[in-house]
């Protein structure tokens, strides 16, 4: 007999990944999925007011007037990027935090230009970024380079000439 799940399980997991493991849709119910979208992206960071000063003067991002007291919103064209205590972030998710090198994440940052690529990796270093990897032509025929934030988030600066950006400075896939 074929295992089943609730709804919520439906919701979560998307209908490929379920008829893959096997398991069958409950007794007259539609199976519900993901929207393929992102809106909010909450990095964890030690020092907030620090790490606002940074993503503020080195990107020269504006937080949202909806930002809080301990959560800065910025607004970055159709996804949210937060800054939220780190310690306060672990408490929500209910699991310790535990640095490590690479946690197989890159939040990336396409440009228009390779130019455009050192200038900001030449700033943010200057702000306390450490510079991961300098900016560089790349395997796959782009320019790129990597830093870590304040807390060690893991940043890709890159140009990539075989995608196009909008007026807004959208990936055109």
């Not at 064209?77 to 310690?87: D, Q, S, V």
């Not at 200038?119 to 560089?136: F, R």
Request: aromatic letters at 10%.
């Amino acid at each position: 007999m074929m295992p089943t799940v609730s709804q919520t399980q439906m919701n979560i997991m998307g209908v490929p990944c379920l008829q893959q493991a096997g398991i069958r849709q409950s007794e007259n119910k539609k199976y519900i999925r993901m929207k393929q979208k992102l809106n909010l992206i909450t990095l964890g960071v030690e020092n907030f007011q620090k790490s606002l000063a940074f993503y503020e003067s080195g990107f020269g991002w504006k937080k949202s007037d909806k930002s809080l007291d301990g959560l800065a919103l910025f607004d970055l064209g159709g996804i949210i990027l937060a800054l939220h205590p780190r310690n306060e972030l672990a408490k929500d998710v209910t699991l310790a935090y535990q640095p490590t090198t690479f946690s197989g994440l890159t939040i990336s940052h396409n440009t228009k230009s390779e130019k455009e690529v050192n200038d900001i990796l030449e700033k943010v270093e200057k702000l306390g970024a450490t510079i991961v990897k300098p900016a560089q032509k790349v395997y796959w025929g782009g320019y790129s380079g990597y830093f870590k934030d304040l807390d060690g988030h893991l940043f890709e600066v890159a140009y990539n000439p075989f995608w196009g950006l909008d007026e807004n400075g959208n990936i055109k896939l």
